[in-house]
Structures are given as C-alpha cells and as structure tokens.
C-alpha cells in the first residue's frame, strides 16, 4: 500500500503534538517553601527551546531578573493542577489575583499537548484574546493529560523532578477562588545546566 506524502506530514504532526518535545540545554530549578515548613521543597523543569523558543526566551529572562521570587502558587485544582506567575500574589489573595503579568503578553506557541507533568503558559479566555496570547509570566502543571486544554495553550516544559511536591500542593485547602490556604512561595527559581542521563549499556 502506498501512501501520500502528506499522510506522513499527518504522522509527524500528530506525534509532535502527542509527545514531548526534545529538551533544551538548560533546567528551571524552583525552590518552594510550603507553609511553615523549614525545608524547601524542589522543583526541576525541562524546556523545549526548539518548540517554543519564544516562550522559553521570556520565561528564562524573567527568571534572570529575579521576577518570580516571591510569588505565590494563586490557584490550586487537586490532582488536576497548580498555577504561578502572578506578582501580585505576593500579597496573598486580591480581587485581581490571577489576571496579573510583567505587563505584556508573548504570541502564542501551540504545538504540544498537557501530559502528566506539562508546564504551560496561562492566558486571558478567547473573547479578549481572539490570538490566543500567553500571558508573559504566569504559568501552570498540569498534574494528570488534560485533552480539554489541547489546542488551547502553549505548553513549554516538562517537569523532570518534583511532581510529587506538586501533587501535595494541588491538595492544600483553599478559599473559594482556589487559592490555597497555606502560604506557598517561590522562594527562587535559577537556570542551571541540564544533565543527561547516562547512555544505556546495552544499546552501545
């Protein structure tokens, strides 16, 4: 059987859109402190430099100006996800939390779909924001593949260590706005090289 040319186009943009994509040189390291607790808890995220290079330009940009030190996770759904980004949350929950930025917004960079573990930019809903524009800070995990969300937002990463930390957060109780109770803060987040993984043996 023989098949189109585009039948393997079709093929190639499925699986990108499926599976993640190649990791750049660099990891996102987040430091979080959960409530009273003394220990901070870390976080690692892999970005897709190549699939989104826009994206991941800004957020390491913001990350070297120290923009997201401080911050608050602002929104909480258990086992489903968690969400962070917004200055404004530093000060705790406000009418306006959640809607906050650097102050612009980045084109939107929707390939990939929300695995286990997917980092992804938030943004305004369609009606204001027809482009579908990323807001230029906030971000979330999406905890568990969440289809509905496919098409819709730009994810940029993946976490390579610390869901479970993740997953305890989405489980903290909170107001009715989904803002946790607990005062969990990004204590700092910093680039840092990535480490491959070592080669398997057996396929030398």
Request: aromatic fraction near 8%; glycine fraction near 10%.
């Given at each position: 059987?023989?098949?189109?040319?585009?039948?393997?186009?079709?093929?190639?943009?499925?699986?990108?859109?499926?599976?993640?994509?190649?990791?750049?040189?660099?990891?996102?390291?987040?430091?979080?402190?959960?409530?009273?607790?003394?220990?901070?808890?870390?976080?690692?995220?892999?970005?897709?430099?190549?699939?989104?290079?826009?994206?991941?330009?800004?957020?390491?940009?913001?990350?070297?100006?120290?923009?997201?030190?401080?911050?608050?996770?602002?929104?909480?759904?258990?086992?489903?996800?968690?969400?962070?980004?917004?200055?404004?949350?530093?000060?705790?929950?406000?009418?306006?939390?959640?809607?906050?930025?650097?102050?612009?917004?980045?084109?939107?960079?929707?390939?990939l779909n929300h695995q286990?573990?997917?980092?992804?930019?938030?943004?305004?809903?369609?009606?204001?924001?027809?482009?579908?524009?990323?807001?230029?800070?906030?971000?979330?995990?999406?905890?568990?593949?969440?289809?509905?969300?496919?098409?819709?937002?730009?994810?940029?990463?993946?976490?390579?260590?610390?869901?479970?930390?993740?997953?305890?957060?989405?489980?903290?109780?909170t107001n009715s706005n989904?803002?946790?109770?607990?005062?969990?803060?990004?204590?700092?987040?910093?680039?840092?090289?990535?480490?491959?993984?070592?080669?398997?043996?057996?396929?030398?």
């Amino acid at each position: 059987m023989k098949f189109h040319p585009a039948f393997f186009l079709f093929v190639a943009a499925s699986l990108l859109g499926a599976y993640a994509a190649p990791l750049g040189p660099d990891v996102a390291v987040l430091n979080i402190r959960v409530g009273k607790a003394k220990e901070l808890q870390r976080v690692v995220i892999g970005l897709y430099d190549e699939a989104t290079p826009g994206t991941v330009a800004n957020f390491k940009e913001l990350i070297r100006k120290k923009f997201y030190n401080g911050q608050r996770f602002q929104r909480v759904l258990p086992g489903a996800l968690v969400q962070t980004g917004d200055p404004s949350s530093r000060h705790g929950q406000g009418d306006r939390t959640g809607t906050g930025g650097p102050g612009y917004t980045i084109p939107a960079e929707i390939k990939l779909n929300h695995q286990t573990g997917s980092v992804a930019m938030a943004r305004l809903p369609d009606p204001i924001n027809p482009a579908k524009n990323s807001n230029g800070s906030q971000f979330y995990v999406s905890l568990k593949p969440l289809p509905k969300l496919d098409g819709q937002f730009t994810v940029f990463g993946e976490i390579l260590e610390g869901l479970d930390v993740l997953e305890y957060i989405s489980n903290q109780p909170t107001n009715s706005n989904d803002f946790p109770l607990p005062k969990i803060v990004i204590k700092s987040i910093v680039l840092e090289p990535r480490v491959a993984p070592p080669a398997n043996p057996s396929s030398r």
